[in-house]
């Protein structure tokens, strides 16, 4: 069964510093990843997704992620924070159900990052 | 951004009673989802609709009923609310359910059962 951890229920950088926020999947088939963000009182937006096109996939504002097999990792990194990108941040995986050709997200429990002016 | 309404966004309501949330679409996209987010434990599936009167169980369905008589529309329903049911609704979406699809979140609805 496909599952999802992220590292760290809360983290804070400085505005300007790197953005590194951690996810770990475990899937029995070839993954389907994403990360989404969520705006205070508002619902989850995609930043990226990754499907086997890269490795590296290129998100909006700035974000980016790398798909590490080796490590079953899938973590999210921005080179320089802004005060704007402070909100939470969930890392997800396509799990499949009946018939295997159509999936349900699993999500983890979700990052909430603050960043400090 | 996705076309998608829930309503209402947001409810106090007392034990007991029974709760009908609604999202409303207009991607005509054939799967709907109803997540519900609570701290600490990120979003976990309650139901999940692959096309007009299909639906189907998710993660943590006891409790919740839904239907799906059209398209655009997706009704989760409490039947007899309790307070473990507090929590924020969201409803989401996907053209074709595929495992490469991304969903599209609505803005959430925020229920407090007294």
């Known amino acids: 069964a496909q599952s999802v951890t992220q590292l760290g229920s809360h983290v804070s950088v400085s505005e300007g510093a790197l953005v590194l926020l951690r996810c770990n999947y475990s899937s029995s088939v070839p993954p389907y990843l994403f990360w989404y963000v969520q705006y205070p009182n508002q619902g989850l937006q995609l930043l990226l997704k990754y499907t086997s096109a890269a490795t590296l996939v290129k998100g909006i504002n700035g974000f980016e992620a790398e798909f590490k097999k080796s490590e079953t990792s899938f973590h999210l990194t921005k080179p320089s924070a802004h005060m704007s990108d402070a909100a939470e941040y969930f890392c997800?995986?396509?799990?499949?159900?009946?018939?295997?050709?159509?999936?349900?997200?699993?999500f983890g429990k979700g990052t909430k990052l603050s960043v400090k002016p | 951004d996705a076309g998608i309404t829930q309503s209402p966004r947001h409810k106090v309501t007392e034990t007991g009673t029974p709760v009908t949330l609604r999202c409303h679409q207009t991607?005509?996209?054939?799967?709907m989802y109803w997540y519900r987010q609570d701290p600490g434990h990120g979003l976990r599936l309650i139901h999940y609709?692959?096309?007009?009167?299909?639906?189907d169980k998710g993660e943590v369905s006891d409790g919740y009923s839904v239907s799906r008589s059209k398209t655009e529309d997706f009704l989760l329903t409490l039947e007899s609310a309790t307070s473990s049911q507090t929590s924020v609704y969201f409803c989401?979406?996907?053209?074709?359910?595929?495992?490469?699809?991304?969903?599209?979140f609505g803005d959430g609805t925020r229920l407090s059962i007294l």
């Open positions: 609709s692959y096309g007009v009167k299909d639906t």
């Open positions: 991607e005509n996209h054939r799967y």
């Open positions: 989401a979406i996907s053209e074709t359910g595929g495992l490469s699809q991304p969903q599209h």
């Open positions: 997800a995986v396509s799990a499949e159900n009946y018939g295997g050709s159509q999936g349900n997200l699993i």
